[in-house]
């Protein structure tokens, strides 16, 4: 756990959720179709370089998202899935839900990013109900994690408490179960490992290893030396 003092101190150095979203950006490979969730993830659109060819698919029923629109050219009627208004690409197209779950469901997707509320050493998420208070519900979290191959998380290493969120075991009702591949929080990147714990990969940039291992409560896998984030 990270003391008030000391995360106040290291805020400075750690990503904020633009850094996050960039960093994320680096995982999308040319050809990609990927699935962008509600929060920090809907900011990757922003980062993905103009070279590349990557279809980005919105479970709301759009295919060829593009980046958000300036202040001033948003168009009310183009949301994504967390109602946030959006670009259209040349060539995307509209489709009801029931193809855009079937595209999910079929595997079609190729990368699909989400938030989360926690993550177990095992690569359990939970991401969609904090009990006793009001929620629209899951939305299409079970449905993504159920399907997609490929599963990144991008979230907040430390709640406001300072607790961590890297657990053991997830707290919270689980979206789903041994599905998250990697983790990319204001800390570090992660790899989860098939048989459990999360591998530290990258550190932000004046985040050392020793304030990582403080901020994680499950399972941290330190090997050789641990490279800053470069992005």
Not at 71 to 78: I, K, S, T, V
Not at 79 to 88: E, L, R, S, V
Not at 127 to 144: Q, S
Not at 213 to 226: D, F, H
Request: glycine letters at 12%.
């Amino acid at each position: 756990m990270l003391r008030t003092s000391q995360r106040r101190f290291r805020e400075e150095f750690m990503l904020d959720k633009n850094g996050i979203a960039k960093r994320i950006a680096k995982e999308i490979k040319d050809g990609y179709y990927v699935n962008l969730g509600i929060g920090i993830p809907t900011l990757v659109a922003n980062y993905i370089p103009e070279t590349m060819d990557v279809v980005l698919q919105s479970e709301n029923g759009l295919l060829g998202m593009g980046p958000f629109p300036f202040e001033g050219e948003e168009d009310p009627d183009l949301i994504n899935a967390g109602k946030q208004t959006i670009t259209m690409l040349p060539g995307s197209a509209t489709f009801d839900s029931a193809m855009s779950f079937g595209m999910i469901r079929a595997r079609k997707v190729n990368l699909t990013i989400l938030g989360a509320m926690e993550v177990s050493q095992n690569g359990d998420i939970a991401n969609w109900k904090i009990p006793g208070k009001m929620v629209k519900g899951m939305g299409g979290a079970m449905d993504l994690v159920a399907s997609a191959e490929n599963i990144i998380v991008a979230m907040q290493h430390v709640n406001k408490a300072g607790e961590s969120k890297l657990l053991p075991q997830c707290t919270l009702p689980l979206t789903g179960v041994h599905c998250v591949k990697k983790i990319v929080t204001e800390l570090g990147v992660f790899d989860v490992l098939p048989g459990g714990g999360f591998k530290l990969l990258e550190r932000a940039p004046g985040v050392s290893v020793n304030d990582i291992i403080k901020a994680t409560a499950g399972e941290l896998i330190v090997e050789g030396e641990i490279l800053e984030i470069s992005i």
